[in-house]
């Protein structure tokens, strides 16, 4: 009797196990089934490239949605998780961006001064494998979360340069700050570099606006700026733009939307010059257009990167997600740059010695010939200066120590003897100082700079000294902190006192 109980209770408990397992079963079915009906309709509402042929009920979502376009995907729920995770603020970066161009490659947009650039990533390297990893084909969505990790973690990247030569690199993940705008002057014409777009954007360059209210023309230069986010792109535009001036439509498939500015031309007596190249893309596109089309604008250098198209994620009901291209940008005029980018105003080579002569073009020599350094004492001199790679001769009396603090003087350096400079020659100040302005102006302060003449096999350049010490020991202390700050090759120079 017992034994007879026994096995019933057990075939019993197999029996229920085994109906659990397959409603079980069936009901992830039946998810997976609701999933892709979900995913279907979605896509056949809203994707710019949906076809009927496209369609394949047998295909997994994946394949229904990488036949789209280059630039569609689908994220798993763990892909998705992992993208959402790595965009939280415990996460870092290596302080770019990445785009996917029309012939499926990813493109690296790295930002000024930051790990990716520092270690050598430039703007138009292509991407090809992370930390050992091919992502031929991955869709950047998926790339991102592979980046991206923890502060102090580091990632190999593995990069093509334009030469067609490929590159290893290995970047240690930082936090990367927010701010996207930087400042220099050329020549005394404020130049104005958005690195990319985001929702601070037009609040960070009406700031940056006030310090030039006097000023008759302004550089807004946004070669290398990959884009970002396409609200904050238009937001900024419409500072430039009079109410009611259209700034882009957006063609969907059932409905075509128009943006128009809102507000007031906040800045109408200033003319304004944008700076474009082959990396500018998507958003900034759609800021440049925006104020060359109203003629509020003319744009300088080579034709655009040709990304006109818009993407947005639709969240599915298990948590996994479609990142789709659901419209064309089309500029003002009337024209769909979607692979074909924008030409400039005016095709200029913008080479450093180039862009000073445009400046020049723009700015009538008398007013430049007002703009003049500040000197410390004519009567100082500097006869030679020791470093600890070699000695560096300049030329008595006439070469001075020129201190450069926004303009003033801030600081006595009579007692100062010795020098930490960066590892670098300038055939001009201005040139030093646009250098010094886009690779150091994340740092907040800025330091103190000094710039130096010095005369080489090559003729007088300049060099650019960020600290000034009395005290050789302090030097020593302090020149390891220095070289980590920076991220610059530096040398050590000794002014001798007189």
Same mark, same amino acid.
């Given at each position: 009797m017992n034994r007879f109980f026994i096995s019933t209770m057990v075939l019993l408990v197999f029996y229920i196990l085994e109906t659990i397992y397959t409603e079980l079963a069936m009901a992830e079915n039946n998810i997976a089934i609701s999933v892709q009906q979900q995913a279907i309709k979605i896509v056949k509402e809203h994707s710019l490239q949906y076809k009927t042929e496209a369609i394949d009920l047998h295909s997994s979502l994946q394949e229904i949605v990488g036949k789209l376009d280059t630039y569609s995907t689908y994220l798993s729920v763990d892909e998705?998780?992992?993208?959402?995770?790595?965009?939280? @603020?415990?996460?870092? +970066? %290596?302080?770019?961006?990445?785009?996917? =161009?029309?012939?499926?490659?990813?493109?690296?947009?790295?930002?000024?001064?930051?790990?990716?650039?520092?270690?050598?990533?430039?703007?138009?390297?292509?991407?090809k494998s992370v930390n050992g990893v091919s992502i031929m084909g991955m869709p950047a969505l998926k790339v991102v979360p592979m980046i991206r990790g923890k502060t102090g973690t580091s990632v190999n990247l593995g990069v093509q340069k334009e030469s067609g030569v490929k590159a290893k690199i290995r970047i240690i993940r930082r936090k990367i700050k927010s701010d996207t705008?930087?400042? @220099?002057?050329?020549? +005394? %014409?404020?130049?104005?570099?958005?690195? =990319?777009?985001?929702?601070?954007t037009s609040r960070e360059l009406k700031f940056v606006l006030s310090k030039f209210s006097n000023e008759p023309e302004i550089i807004i230069d946004l070669r290398g700026n990959g884009g970002g986010d396409f609200h904050a792109a238009m937001d900024t535009a419409s500072l430039f733009l009079g109410n009611g001036e259209k700034i882009v439509e957006v063609q969907k498939n059932k409905i075509n939307k128009i943006y128009f500015s809102t507000t007031?031309?906040?800045?109408?007596?200033?003319?304004?010059?944008?700076?474009?190249?082959?990396?500018?893309?998507?958003?900034?596109?759609?800021?440049?257009?925006?104020?060359?089309?109203?003629?509020?604008?003319?744009?300088?250098?080579?034709?655009?990167f040709g990304k006109g198209t818009l993407q947005e994620i639709f969240e599915l009901i298990d948590g996994s997600s479609l990142f789709l291209t659901t419209g064309h940008l089309v500029t003002p005029s009337g024209l769909k740059f979607h692979e074909k980018g924008l030409s400039a105003t005016q095709k200029f080579n913008l080479s450093e010695s180039s862009l000073e002569k445009y400046i020049r073009k723009i700015r009538p020599n008398n007013i430049i010939s007002k703009i003049k350094k500040k000197r410390l004492n004519k009567n100082d001199k500097v006869s030679e200066l020791e470093s600890n790679k070699k000695n560096i001769k300049?030329?008595?009396?006439?070469?001075?120590?020129?201190?450069?603090?926004?303009?003033?003087?801030?600081?006595?350096i009579d007692k100062k003897e010795y020098f930490v400079c960066l590892d670098k020659n300038f055939i001009s100040i201005e040139n030093a100082e646009a250098w010094y302005h886009s690779e150091l102006q994340q740092r907040q302060p800025l330091p103190t700079r000094y710039i130096l003449q010095r005369n080489t096999p090559e003729g007088v350049r300049h060099i650019i000294c960020i600290y000034a010490f009395e005290d050789k020991r302090v030097v020593g202390e302090r020149i390891k902190s220095i070289m980590n700050e920076t991220g610059q090759q530096l040398l050590v120079m000794k002014v001798p006192s007189e």
């Open positions: 998705y998780e992992g993208f959402k995770i790595s965009q939280k @603020s415990t996460y870092a +970066g %290596v302080g770019m961006e990445i785009e996917r =161009n029309h012939t499926g490659d990813i493109v690296c947009f790295p930002y000024m001064g930051s790990p990716a650039a520092r270690a050598g990533i430039k703007c138009g390297d292509i991407l705008i930087r400042w @220099s002057r050329r020549l +005394g %014409v404020p130049i104005i570099k958005i690195q =990319n777009f985001i929702p601070g007031p031309d906040q800045y109408s007596t200033k003319k304004i010059h944008l700076l474009q190249d082959k990396q500018t893309a998507s958003a900034a596109e759609v800021f440049i257009s925006a104020l060359t089309d109203n003629g509020r604008a003319d744009s300088i250098g080579e034709k655009t300049l030329k008595d009396k006439k070469n001075e120590i020129k201190e450069y603090a926004e303009g003033k003087l801030k600081q006595n």
